[in-house]
């Protein structure tokens, strides 16, 4: 009886632990990859060496330590570590965390409330925490991999501070990787070329990393693989990418803007990055002609036909070989001059159009066609231009008592060169007939 009783009773062996487990850093000095906020310098250092920890916002993709920092910060602030999830927790388990966050308190112990995927929650829940915060309850830390101005309220922005942290650079993953080995204590069995491929599948994700090192540990090969054959036994991981979110409108920004800096390799890459992550090839045309009318304009007229016509390509072709059309538009529009002269001319134009709304054309550009409207002085004095001896009358089509404005600026680029000596000539002989 005593031998079953001591069976029963005795502590179990511990089962296996993950490798990411397994090293989770134990204080902040050993987190890998965030020391623009963790060093001395960085908000979270300057905090933590001041003693005055605020709420905060950690944002920043996927695998980079936002729960491991949060955990580091309630030991380095000895408070009790609560952490919950967005996903699956409600109103009612929100209570009773508050309740015992304020008993903890009232027994003298703070409480560090971690809250993963904060931005799930909706504005109401999210309201819910702010008096909580306020009365000192909690220290929230949120941990989000969505734009915290999009995704959270501005009433818990504002009493919270948002740190960003970044993707682990192959530097970082490489530290990583040499700690996991020495925890394994072997070398893992890849070339220079597969360990560089296993870090490049990790895209920039820690957590990823480990668990694509624990697969290969658990090959025990005997010998060296190259990056082919890592490649046939492991699948490259998905790139972080959401069509209507974050990653959707910072990429289209990279694309537009290496196009509107003619550079064309850099424009192909985002642009094949955009198609990886499973763009809609139309959404890419749209905006490839939208590039047309806007940063190049005048200086190139047939960039928005080159963008209409691989649109148009792409719609008889379809997938993949219409991508490549798309791709020629690219490389066309990245290399052609630049001239936003007709936008920055439009959006005046508009401008001046709100501001003098209400003001008639001149008489004599009104059409007449009442013997009433002829008396009142409709078309009186209108100059035909063809009947000018080099087809321009010089006449002011403007409303009467409003100065000229001028809205269109050519720059001395691509075809717009020619159309700003037009501009030129034009006033010149603008200014010859009114002044005569």
Not at 16 to 28: E, G, H, I, Q
Not at 64 to 93: C, H, M, N, Y
Not at 278 to 306: H, K, S
Not at 380 to 398: K, L, N, P, R
Request: net charge neutral; aromatic share 8%.
């Amino acid at each position: 009886m005593a031998d079953l009783f001591d069976t029963a009773t005795a502590p179990k062996a511990e089962g296996p632990r993950p490798l990411a487990d397994r090293l989770r850093p134990t204080s902040l000095a050993q987190v890998i990859g965030q020391a623009h906020v963790l060093g001395p310098e960085g908000p979270l250092g300057a905090m933590l060496a001041a003693g005055s920890l605020s709420s905060l916002i950690l944002w920043g993709p996927p695998g980079v330590g936002k729960t491991t920092i949060a955990r580091l910060l309630a030991d380095a602030t000895d408070r009790s570590f609560v952490q919950i999830s967005a996903i699956f927790t409600g109103v009612p388990e929100l209570r009773k965390v508050f309740d015992a966050a304020k008993l903890r308190r009232q027994n003298g112990q703070g409480t560090l409330l971690f809250v993963d995927e904060i931005h799930r929650f909706n504005k109401a829940q999210q309201d819910g925490f702010l008096p909580h915060m306020e009365d000192g309850t909690i220290l929230l830390v949120g941990a989000t991999t969505e734009n915290p101005s999009f995704e959270l309220n501005a009433a818990l922005l504002s009493r919270a501070q948002v740190i960003v942290l970044e993707r682990l650079s192959l530097a970082d993953l490489e530290r990583l990787m040499q700690r996991a080995e020495m925890d394994l204590a072997r070398s893992l069995p890849l070339t220079g070329a597969a360990r560089e491929a296993l870090m490049d599948m990790a895209d920039g994700d820690g957590r990823a990393l480990l668990n694509l090192i624990e697969q290969v540990a658990a090959w025990r090969l005997d010998h060296a693989i190259d990056r082919d054959q890592l490649a046939s036994r492991l699948m490259r991981r998905a790139a972080k990418y959401d069509k209507s979110g974050e990653e959707h409108y910072n990429l289209i920004s990279a694309l537009h803007k290496s196009v509107r800096g003619s550079d064309p390799d850099a424009a192909l890459y985002w642009f094949a990055r955009m198609l990886e992550g499973g763009e809609d090839p139309r959404f890419l045309a749209r905006r490839l002609t939208r590039m047309a009318v806007e940063d190049i304009g005048l200086a190139e007229p047939q960039a928005q036909g080159v963008c209409l016509e691989a649109w148009n390509s792409y719609e008889r072709l379809g997938s993949p070989e219409g991508e490549l059309a798309l791709a020629n538009a690219v490389v066309y529009l990245a290399l052609a001059p630049k001239s936003n002269a007709v936008y920055a001319a439009y959006k005046a134009a508009r401008a001046a159009a709100r501001d003098t709304g209400s003001l008639m054309p001149p008489k004599h550009i009104l059409n007449a066609p009442t013997r009433m409207m002829k008396d009142i002085g409709y078309g009186s004095g209108y100059s035909y231009d063809h009947d000018a001896e080099d087809g321009f009358s010089g006449q002011d089509y403007f409303p009467e008592g409003m100065k000229r404005p001028v809205f269109y600026l050519p720059p001395e680029r691509g075809f717009e060169r020619e159309l700003k000596k037009r501009v030129e000539y034009f006033a010149k002989l603008r200014a010859k007939r009114q002044g005569g």
